[in-house]
DNA sequence: ATGAAAGCGCTAACAG
DNA sequence: CTGTTAGCGCTTTCAT
């Protein structure tokens, strides 16, 4: 592999010139430029990373936060980071937590031993005591959920006023009797969106019924939400419309209702949430909420970058998200 | 951030004795470990990446293509990867085609410029004319899919195996029309489940009609298995049994025997194949084959590991696949 | 506009 | 067993 040095003999020319035009800074004659140029183009060269990254105390590398990689949510959001992230000469490590603790931290070193120069993270918890610290010693964008309490920047859809759109949309249907199904999970998304669900509620006049409600795991499992719709829809008065927090959970409130001899639309109405690529795989498809998933990632990279090359940290953007109408919402 | 010299300064030994007891290699007498160790901790020393790997001239990193990672295949051979890499003290970089070439030679230049020591690569065309050139130069080891013609490393499971496998149960089940719903991809995976099944209907004596066949997109999609499965049960003698070389298309296949209102399983039974997550989300769930996607992982990680370290490359591993019997196939 | 040289933090060869 | 020292390849003063 050639070096720098072996660029500046080939051009006969000093190693500070050969890296003033790779850099393009500094003075450089046009016709040094041009000797150099050649030099690089015969022997092949390419800088050597660690040369550069050792003498200048920089990665130009971020990390990005996912607890898992199946879950097609993610998969846009990733591509918006890493093509914003690209553009600017960052690298980008999928940081892939699967939940556990002992790989997180394996991650977070990476930020301290220098291999990255911030991150942005795409699940934490609203009430996560860890994340403060970390914020205030590197840059870090949290993207779709974020923890409250600290001012840490942060990028998502309003999640209030989105779960208030769809009670909006199905009292316009005729619905009165509205489920929800929710999460146990610890996720700002999942409490915003429970909030406006009740908001929505009581703006059409309707009462909030705790035999409205119903929650699922943790995990957002596709199980988890037909056991959810099961307790739903065998309780007294049943729900003639559903919403769920997420598409996976939708679908199992779907199959629950089919389990239990109930047909959608007819006896019952499903509104999910993310429009992942499966809530069109199903039949009836599902009418979910879309969110912006490649420009919430770029918005993030685009912070992220702002707050690495000049310090500043803190706030949050929100996208615009859209009801997308399909075939699980009938009028009642 | 402290440096070894400071580390070496505080224990009062040389910076040639910190190294040895960080990398754990030469003489060092208990008295300065201790020492050493001693001054780490209250330093909070951490050794430098950028400097080592100079020194070095080795990343200790390794490269995993994957086209996507909507694809919930890939997601545990990943986890099966980075873990069997860790545990040697590799890091990991999951590099996201999006099957853009421009985005490949990116990645590319991350072996070149010594940014990675190696590679996994998990999906390519069996006629690919540029993976020979990059194994010559690099250790590499194609997962799942691998390019004919060239020796290059590979792990995967038997696909001809496993496609007879499925006829033989398909058949013992007195199915005799046995449709087959392949892609027009590059894949050597789809070629052998071709070759396997026409093995598998010769072997049980039935013809092999090109009216039972039928290609969807080279993309898998979910859309393009509903084409071909109309195509396929919109002929004059349909089958009464359709093998599909992927879940996603099989669940295709399914929705169009809906649409054309026929009913899985009373009038057609089908086979998937990858055993990915959303099989058992319909009804009917999927019978398919599975594969040990982690293992598969794995396996290619401790290939790569030793192709790094000696030098060797060539050869093919196959791993075990399993037929899951679900709700998708019954007796005709 | 250019070049000489210092040094980023680390490892390893060599001398003791 | 330990220390000294020469670089790994690069950027960036500081002279010229």
Redesign the interface.
């Known amino acids: ?1 050639a070096t720098i040095e072996d660029v500046a003999r080939e051009a006969g020319v000093s190693v500070a010139t050969v890296s003033r035009v790779i850099n393009q800074k500094g003075p450089v004659s046009p016709k040094s430029v041009e000797k150099v140029h050649v030099a690089i183009a015969k022997l092949n060269y ?6 550069r ?2 003498r200048r105390q920089e ?1 130009r590398m971020i990390l990005i936060f996912v607890p ?3 879950n ?1 949510f ?3 959001i ?2 918006g980071i ?1 093509d914003t992230m ?1 553009k600017d000469g960052y ?1 980008t ?2 940081c ?1 937590t ?1 939940g556990d603790k002992s790989r997180e931290e ?1 991650f977070i ?1 990476l930020l ?4 990255a120069d911030g991150a942005v993270i795409l699940c934490i918890d609203k009430n996560d005591r860890n994340i403060g610290k970390l914020a205030k010693e590197f840059p870090i964008v949290q993207c779709c959920e974020y923890c409250v309490g600290e001012d840490i920047s942060h990028v998502s859809v309003d999640n209030f006023a989105a779960a208030r759109q769809v009670v909006q949309y199905l009292t316009s249907l005729g619905h009165e009797r509205i489920g929800f199904v929710g999460s146990v999970n610890q996720f700002i998304s999942s409490e915003d969106r429970q909030k406006g669900f009740e908001q929505g509620l009581k703006e059409a006049g309707l009462s909030v019924d705790q035999a409205c409600f119903a929650y699922a795991d943790a995990d957002y499992s ?1 199980n988890s939400g037909i056991l959810a719709g099961k307790e739903l829809l065998s309780r007294e008065e049943r729900p003639t419309a559903i919403f769920c927090i997420s598409d996976v959970l939708a ?1 199992g409130v779907i ?1 629950a209702a ?1 389990n239990l001899g109930l047909e959608v639309t007819r006896d019952l109405s499903v509104v999910g949430f993310d429009d992942v ?2 809530a ?4 009836p498809m599902l009418t979910t909420i879309s969110q912006p998933r490649y420009s919430l990632g770029k918005t993030s990279a685009q912070m992220l970058i702002r707050q690495i090359e000049s310090g500043e940290q803190g706030g949050g953007v929100y996208l615009e998200h859209k009801l997308i109408l399909r075939e699980s919402t009938a009028r009642h």
């Open positions: 592999m390419q800088p050597n990373v660690w040369g990254r050792l990665s898992n990689i199946s097609p993610y998969a846009s990733v591509s890493e690209k690298g490590m999928l892939i699967n394996d070193k301290y031993d220098g291999q596709f679908l199959r089919h690529e499966y069109t795989m199903l039949s």
